[in-house]
């Protein structure tokens, strides 16, 4: 699954991809060593200062340029000759990349630094092995409330289904996300394949509507925050981080059903024109004061062990939007790609989007 907006953690070079489409600069091997690197990645998830610290340290010249959905970053290298060296997908993009011969098997034989990572992320189901993706950050999906709003703690979906808190209820704009609330509340697993369980979790999406202010994926944190939403379905991340931080009555959950877990990471394209440099970033960004920089700098969860002790700011470690307690994590499920099973998730959210 995973989010379809885009992070924002500040300013962030966004480099127009003029080298991409023919550097003069050619791969690895007994070529001469590349000069450049083609980054397309999250907006929000690469700091600047990640950036900066890798050209200072290799000499090699980054171009960054940024998506806001899976879906786009796919679509950019299906149509060929992208010029991207390094992508960044969710893990069920890295599911669709492979399936679609997008991306190179990584030879783990040219990285070090891959057991640092945290073992949650090491041969996860959607990549086994780590094979075709480092682990860079993670995040989770879950429920924001506002305690002066609902006037007691969540713990649960069923929160969301309440009457008492008709018209005051936010579901992200995102047909998976929904469903995530849809499946677990009737205790399937966020990941479910099932014909009857995606249509029950349709039924009870249905059920629903008539009790929300709307389906929002663009500033529900800041409807929740000001009390104009009691609720709303979250992406954890920079955003719900911050509006945390900045009112200290909002929480953030995952519920007692579970909610989910995401991780993005980089990939090397297929055909990348520069797989040397494309080999110095994964290295790069494995060294733990590097993996640190994307929660001191980004706000954003490492995927990387030994980078927790170099977290500068102990904040960052206890805001659950960034990192989700880890008693909360035993129900959680990775979104993966449902495959033939999602013509039964576009239907159903085909009828709940026009009910």
């Given amino acids: 699954m995973r989010k379809t907006a885009a992070i924002a953690i500040g300013a962030i070079s966004v480099l127009a991809l003029t080298a991409c489409a023919g550097g003069s600069d050619t791969g690895s091997g007994d070529a001469a060593e590349s000069t450049e ?69 990584i030879d783990y034989d040219q990285v070090e630094g891959i057991d640092d990572v945290q073992s949650k992320f090491i041969d996860p189901s959607f990549d086994p092995g780590n094979e075709y993706s480092v682990p860079w950050i993670w995040g989770s999906t879950g429920l924001l409330y506002n305690i002066d709003c609902t006037g007691e703690e969540l713990t649960s979906w069923d929160a969301m289904f309440d009457e008492k808190y008709a018209g005051k209820i936010y579901m992200l704009d995102n047909m998976l996300a929904s469903y995530i609330v849809g499946l677990q509340v009737n205790g399937y697993p966020a990941d479910s394949t099932d014909e009857a369980e995606i249509e029950a979790a349709t039924d009870s999406l249905l059920e629903q509507k008539s009790l929300l202010a709307g389906y929002n994926s663009t500033n529900y944190f800041d409807l929740v925050s000001s009390g104009d939403a009691c609720m709303s379905l979250a992406w954890g991340g920079s955003q719900v981080a911050a509006a945390l931080a900045d009112n200290p009555s909002l929480r953030y959950i995952l519920p007692e059903e579970g909610g989910t877990l995401w991780t993005d990471g980089f990939s090397i394209a297929k055909g990348a024109p520069h797989q040397d440099a494309a080999y110095k970033w994964l290295n790069f960004i494995l060294q733990p004061e590097i993996a640190a920089m994307a929660t001191n700098d980004g706000s954003l969860a490492t995927t990387n062990e030994a980078a927790l002790a170099l977290i500068t700011d102990p904040a960052l470690l206890e805001n659950p939007a960034i990192f989700a307690p880890a008693d909360q994590l035993d129900n959680a499920d990775f979104i993966v790609d449902p495959g033939e099973a999602m013509r039964w998730f576009q239907d159903g959210w085909t009828r709940v989007k026009a009910s």
């Fill in 37 to 105: 690197l083609n980054i397309y990645a999250w907006a929000g998830e690469v700091p600047d200062s990640v950036i900066a610290a890798f050209e200072e340290e290799t000499g090699i010249s980054v171009t960054l340029d940024t998506f806001d959905s899976n879906e786009t970053m796919i679509s950019k290298l299906a149509a060929g000759n992208s010029g991207y060296d390094i992508v960044e997908p969710s893990q069920y993009a890295v599911q669709l990349l492979v399936g679609q011969d997008l991306v190179e098997p």
